[in-house]
């Protein structure tokens, strides 16, 4: 099919991209070194109201949803169904400035250089900030991204209760975040989500982009084993019901496992406690958290049914077990051809870019449930995130939103490039 | 060698004996059960001056030494040297009635009934209570008797300092238990401790003594691995210095091996924590602690040695390691004659009994080092001690006492059916 060129001398104003992250990234900051913006707090509304102020000076015409995302839309030349970006502005306790709100600042970034050079694309492009993605402060995570694909009911959602025992909707409501426009308004044809790496393949690949064409599944558990606590001189091996031997064999099993099944599945035991918890004592339950992450959702079942099978097995060798899932996705693809759009228009702009999985997750995995999405990685030096010293360098930031504006500007302009109408 | 008979009708009073077992188990009570009666607090010196006026009542002229030991002497027919026996009134937090307690109230039992049966032994016979065994107010334990053994200094003993700023010699002053003697100014010529078992054996066996042949030796450290936290959903497998896994892998192994060296040796991990501890985070420190135990010396180093070589292992991976070694004691074997001795007076009085190791640490070790020594167990039930469930059937620490009774009268009376006194 014919394909009108897209202005290829188009380009984001990268020092504005970087003032406008170190300027989010001073809202909320944490005297102990970070920035800590929990979902709904004060600080999460300061930064809203600086997100809804650039959307506007972009251009755009902002919305607030029944459960607080913003929804800013650049108007198109037609009445195709937009294309979409976006990520959250969220943060963990003591966060750096790039996770998730590199994503919204550059989706800002692409709606103002479209709306400064004139001519408008074919199609709307949007850019929505979805509320706490982090799930530090209610859970569970992705939580704007979850309404939107109806993953969870939006009565649901505002009911839900943070640990201090506010309600999303009183906090909503209490920011002036609370909107009337519903989380399904917004109907785009695409989304794609720009967001920093979060781990090190792509430093360690001398790489300045990664494709994300798929995104891990994750299963978290809680699991308690209570043995016999016993004094540690006087009780022989063979008579102990060692609940501490027996947590760190099994936590030492599942790590083997997802080592043995290879790139890219993973298991951290992340925690773990032994009571009474002194060195003379032989421990009489311990209690340890396990993070298995897998590319299949086969996979990832067969590592949850080995977890339940050891534990039955400790339960008919006389210890008492007990396993809480407290967190769980299944894996998610993303759209194989919008991945190739990506890669093509990263070919295009001499970016080095190879296709890649996430680890973590991100609004996107929600937003494949409702259109065909994507994601863009750019580096994280040393893998860090969630931490003050999380990292990309400022070519990468502005390289990594070159490619969003040059991307969405062809979805824009050539939504069929991607996809038939039918396929939508 | 001639033996004179000893009167085997003689006979303790066990009512007496439990009644004063439940009334010092009265002192130091602790709200949240058991007792806590922590060496040098108030609590000690209640019970300290409780000990004193039952010892004057048995007939001993009581002494205090200059590390707050107190000897009860009952005054022999001869200037034979004293055969001795006793224990510890100091415990741990929300402890038992019996560790410690017992041996000294059953040794005052032993004096009362000597006392009373009018006809002197031919040795004097002292029950010594030791300044804090259980080493958890002031460390090191066993301090007492390691400074009777000259294990410590007197000097560097009274200097200790406990967590709370308080040095020995302050609060042996405060609680009127500064003495003028020497420690060393008894010199017994045999020393006999009668303790619970606070382990499983006897009971599992259905035995009512244990007569103890040897002390494990044990070796307490406290060991940090350093690696890198990183994300646990983006850090590949192979990319990754886990400080947890790492730690768990090495505790695992160190556990594994002490199965493998057999009965009687133990391993213990016994506390174990991960930093920064989240669910998905890959542990960037692990701490943990490891108490191995064995009755070969050469073993014990053996083990120690393993240790390090694993952690020199890791430095040379990449993980900086750290191991401090918090408690050490090395094996300790009582003299063979006087438990042979323990062992016919046990088959005289009808009592089943076995020769065994002490997993735990006691007095009677530090005076092995003074003259030949010995112990005596009673069973505990299940094995729990340090607990205020620790507990013994009545009618066995009777048995244990009389015991003790007569060993101690066949030793006061032919101190020589043990060793010639070249000897000595």
């Not at 993605?133 to 991204?145: H, I, K, T, W, Y």
């Not at 917004?186 to 989304?191: E, T």
Request: proline share 5%.
């Amino acid at each position: 099919m014919a394909r009108p060129s897209t202005p290829a001398a188009l380009a984001i104003d990268g020092d504005r991209l970087l003032r406008r992250l170190r300027e989010l990234g001073e809202i909320g900051a944490d005297p102990r070194g970070g920035r800590t913006r929990l979902a709904l707090t004060d600080a999460d509304k300061a930064a809203r109201e600086l997100i809804v102020r650039w959307l506007s000076e972009a251009g755009a015409a902002v919305r607030i949803d029944r459960i607080g995302n913003i929804h800013g839309v650049l108007e198109g030349r037609s009445d195709l169904p937009p294309i979409a970006t976006g990520s959250h502005i969220d943060t963990v306790v003591r966060a750096g400035a790039y996770d998730g709100c590199y994503g919204v600042v550059a989706g800002i970034e692409v709606l103002q250089t479209l709306s400064a050079a004139g001519e408008l694309p074919r199609a709307s492009v949007a850019v929505l900030v979805f509320t706490n993605e982090e799930g530090v402060r209610f859970a569970p995570d992705l939580l704007g991204s979850r309404v939107v694909a109806e993953n969870v009911a939006l009565e649901d959602a505002l009911a839900l209760h943070s640990a201090d025992g506010c309600s999303i909707d009183e906090e909503l409501r209490r920011i002036g975040f609370a909107g009337s426009v519903s989380p399904r308004e917004l109907r785009p044809s695409h989304f794609v989500e720009l967001h920093i790496e979060q781990g090190p393949m792509l430093e360690a690949e001398d790489l300045t982009i990664g494709i994300v064409e798929a995104v891990q599944g994750h299963s978290w558990w809680r699991v308690v084993i209570e043995g016999v606590a016993n004094h540690a001189g006087t009780t022989p091996m063979a008579l102990r019901r060692d609940a501490g031997a027996t947590a760190m064999q099994l936590a030492c099993a599942l790590i083997r496992d997802a080592e043995e099944r290879g790139v890219p599945n993973v298991a951290t035991v992340g925690t773990i406690t032994f009571e009474p918890g002194a060195i003379n004592v032989v421990p009489g339950r311990a209690t340890f958290t396990i993070d298995m992450r897998d590319d299949s959702v086969y996979s990832l079942r067969r590592a949850e049914q080995r977890l339940h099978e050891a534990l039955l097995r400790l339960d008919r060798a006389g210890y008492t077990t007990h396993a809480q899932c407290t967190s769980r996705h299944e894996p998610v693809v993303f759209d194989d051809e919008l991945c190739g759009l990506l890669q093509r228009v990263a070919a295009q702009r001499g970016l080095a870019a190879r296709r890649m999985l996430s680890g973590a997750s991100h609004d996107a995995q929600m937003m494949a449930g409702v259109c065909p999405s994507a994601m863009i990685f750019v580096p994280s030096h040393r893998g860090i995130s969630h931490n003050p010293a999380e990292h990309t360098e400022p070519r990468q930031l502005v390289q990594g939103a070159d490619l969003l504006l040059h991307a969405l500007l062809e979805l824009a302009n050539n939504p069929e490039t991607c996809h038939a109408p039918s396929s939508l």
